[in-house]
């Protein structure tokens, strides 16, 4: 840090912006007996019951470099028609969290795991979301398997699911996967040490960019989001950079896609959730930022119009195609979750252009993934569903304001970060989008620098989309506050 400027304890920051909205950052004193229970009595790891073992296929899973709460393992097998059998592990955490136990009890109140940049708050205590409940390397776990088949063509004919026993053969992060399949860096050592497991990972590789295009037919959206991630020296953040999406993290964006659809197609004869995203409330604005490209929109909502649009400005303009993202994103509005009642269809998800999505994938970091697997459990038991339909309209309303809350503290804290980073830039000029226009100030985000600030002259003439200069004034870094002017 530079001379004269006091420590920022960010850690402390992170841990009080979590309780300012609505979180219990620590877990309570009845959660650790339970886990103590758990320690002396684990779920047998036996495939018996109408568990299947599994163990001697070829699962990987893919994630982040540091990631220990692995969700999902994933494994291919080519059919004598043409067409491709997949297979998502994910992680039975049913088995180790029962309902209404002390864990479940707080993991239903948090929701989520929230990533704060410099600090995870985990929704599951992390000897189980990091250890036991991880589909970790070369370890035996309990999963719940969602099969599914898909044509040559990359459409999805059947699928299913049933209770398996797992072993992750060979942990994979994805940037270094995304390399070797984008052919822009060498094989990782477990890749380049196994001919099948290269062979087995370009298959997959193929069959998610086909379920991608199908979807695109259908009408999906193309957009790109950046993430924000720290660089951390000495203990202390000397900058942000921007993990951006590569063929490794499509791969799996593919797969749990079409993994949920399963899922929610198989849950459609008793009440559950549903993820949805509603027909954006501003499509006017939509068609405005079209019309500024030379391209025009139908007047109402269409996603598959949208997303053509996308595409030509990808082609056109990729530098700047996450912040026309960014943009659209904004104006399309946020995702929820809701109550699905036998019979009584919800609206669809906009962005996915598909009318039957849930959330099953990810249960070590999602509660509604908890639920959701709770109840396709007793479908596939034959047993009454685990929750009533206040239960589950009660879920779903916490599920979707945590969400929102966790999206405002994993802001936040960027914007701590960014502060802190961007501390030797005062001054500095830089390209912007206009990512927000509120009653309380008009928000910016700086393009080379990939952070979000306040103009903080603000100008009633500019709206969500539009391009202008702005330059660095302030810094405040205990407040997440970074200021532009129009340059």
């Not at 062979?199 to 009408?219: M, P, T, V």
Request: charged content about 25%; hydrophobic content about 40%.
């Amino acid at each position: 840090m530079p001379n004269g400027t006091p420590h920022i304890d960010l850690h402390a920051i992170a841990k009080d912006l979590m309780r300012q909205h609505g979180f219990q950052p620590d877990f309570p004193q009845a959660a650790h007996g339970q886990l103590m229970d758990l320690r002396a009595h684990p779920p047998a790891l036996t495939a018996t019951g109408g568990v299947r073992d599994l163990r001697s296929l070829l699962w990987s899973s893919i994630d982040n470099d540091s990631s220990r709460d692995l969700d999902q393992i994933e494994v291919a097998e080519q059919l004598p028609d043409g067409s491709t059998k997949i297979l998502v592990g994910i992680a039975d955490v049913d088995a180790f969290v029962t309902k209404q136990s002390s864990i479940d009890q707080y993991a239903a109140w948090e929701t989520t795991t929230v990533y704060a940049g410099v600090q995870n708050f985990p929704m599951l205590p992390e000897e189980l979301s990091t250890d036991q409940t991880s589909l970790l390397e070369n370890q035996d776990r309990l999963a719940v398997v969602i099969e599914f088949v898909a044509d040559a063509g990359g459409h999805v004919t059947s699928g299913g699911a049933y209770r398996a026993l797992v072993r992750n053969q060979a942990q994979l992060q994805y940037n270094s996967l995304a390399a070797w399949l984008e052919e822009t860096g060498p094989a990782p050592a477990k890749l380049a040490a196994s001919a099948e497991l290269q062979a087995q990972l370009r298959w997959q590789n193929e069959i998610a960019q086909k379920l991608r295009s199908r979807r695109y037919e259908h009408g999906a959206l193309t957009l790109q989001t950046d993430e924000l991630l720290p660089v951390l020296m000495n203990a202390q953040v000397v900058d942000v950079v921007s993990q951006q999406k590569n063929h490794a993290t499509e791969l799996i964006e593919d797969f749990m896609i079409a993994a949920n659809g399963v899922v929610a197609r198989m849950l459609e004869k008793v009440s559950s959730l549903r993820r949805i995203v509603r027909q954006p409330k501003r499509w006017e604005r939509i068609v405005e930022l079209a019309g500024a490209y030379g391209e025009k929109l139908p007047p109402n909502p269409d996603s598959k119009a949208l997303n053509d649009f996308l595409l030509k400005r990808k082609t056109g303009d990729p530098d700047h195609f996450a912040d026309l993202s960014l943009a659209v994103i904004k104006l399309i509005g946020l995702g929820e979750y809701v109550l699905e009642r036998p019979g009584e269809p919800v609206p669809g998800h906009f962005g996915l252009a598909v009318q039957d999505y849930t959330h099953s994938t990810a249960p070590n970091r999602r509660f509604a993934d908890i639920v959701t697997q709770r109840i396709l459990t007793a479908v596939l038991e034959g047993k009454p569903n685990p929750y009533s339909d206040r239960e589950l309209s009660t879920i779903a309303a916490n599920c979707t304001e945590k969400e929102d809350a966790a999206r405002k503290v994993e802001r936040e804290m960027t914007k701590r970060l960014a502060a802190l980073a961007l501390q030797r830039r005062i001054g500095t000029v830089f390209d912007a989008v206009v990512t927000g226009v509120t009653p309380n100030g008009t928000f910016v985000r700086a393009l080379q620098a990939h952070v979000e600030g306040l103009l903080a002259q603000g100008d009633k003439s500019v709206d969500v989309g539009d391009r202008l200069r702005v330059k660095l004034i302030r810094t405040d870094v205990q407040r997440g506050f970074i200021d532009f002017i129009r340059a």
